[in-house]
């Protein structure tokens, strides 16, 4: 069964400064997908990154980049230049058995805080 | 472009009262899905359906009921709400893809309280 671990329940960082949310993942499926949301105080939950299992690459979107160590099982969110907004809860995810989206798994969640 | 839509965003029951929660998503994607989110859990899922007339259970689905009669429609039921149905409830959905190239795109939430 698919399993998301988040060992930090608070990080903080100071505005400006880089900071890296770790997510290790648990699977046996050869193709899945692997997603960071973050939530903020007003509770709605908004996409931040998506990487595939078969992506060679790591995927970057604007500030947010994932640092995907395959062999590691490991897919830790990367924020550059902090803001003040950053402020949230930040969940990983991953897709399901048969792979898709229908069934996600999400970790426990990280609170970050960014100090000014 | 409304994407997920859920209603209500707040309510409060009494145990043993049932109740229905609306979803609906207007981007013709087959996949939908229904989550909840308690303190310190992050969310799990309850039920879910790959398509109109197909539905399976997640994690936590005892207490919900759900049906899938058209692709855009997702109603989750509470058969007889108990104080453990405290929650929030996200729904989500996406297109049939695997593994997916894209976002599951989630409703703005609905807050149950059951007393």
């Known amino acids: ?116 | 472009n409304a994407g997920v839509t859920q209603t209500p965003k707040f309510q409060v029951l009494k145990t043993g009262q049932s109740m229905t929660l609306q979803c609906a998503q207007d981007m013709n994607h087959e996949y939908m899905s229904w989550y909840r989110q308690d303190p310190g859990m992050g969310l799990r899922l309850i039920h879910y359906s790959v398509g109109a007339g197909i539905t399976d259970q997640g994690e936590v689905p005892n207490g919900y009921n759900v049906s899938r009669s058209t692709t855009e429609d997702f109603p989750l039921r509470l058969l007889s709400a108990a104080p453990s149905q405290t929650s929030v409830y996200f729904c989500a959905s996406s297109y049939r893809e695997i593994p997916p190239t894209g976002e599951l795109f989630f409703g703005e939430g609905s807050r149950l309280t059951v007393l």
């Open chain 1, 1 to 116: 069964a698919q399993k998301i671990t988040q060992t930090q329940p608070g990080m903080f960082v100071q505005e400006k400064e880089a900071v890296t949310l770790d997510c290790t993942y648990d699977t046996s499926d050869q193709s899945y997908g692997l997603f960071w949301y973050k939530q903020p105080s007003s509770g709605e939950m908004i996409f931040l990154i998506y990487q595939g299992s078969y992506d060679e690459q790591n995927a970057t979107e604007g500030r947010y980049s994932l640092n995907f160590q395959k062999a590691r099982k490991s897919a830790n969110l990367v924020i550059s230049a902090s803001q003040l907004g950053d402020s949230a809860m930040y969940f990983c995810a991953m897709t399901g058995t048969r792979g898709g989206s229908e069934k996600l798994v999400f970790g426990k969640g990280t609170k970050l805080t960014v100090n000014p």
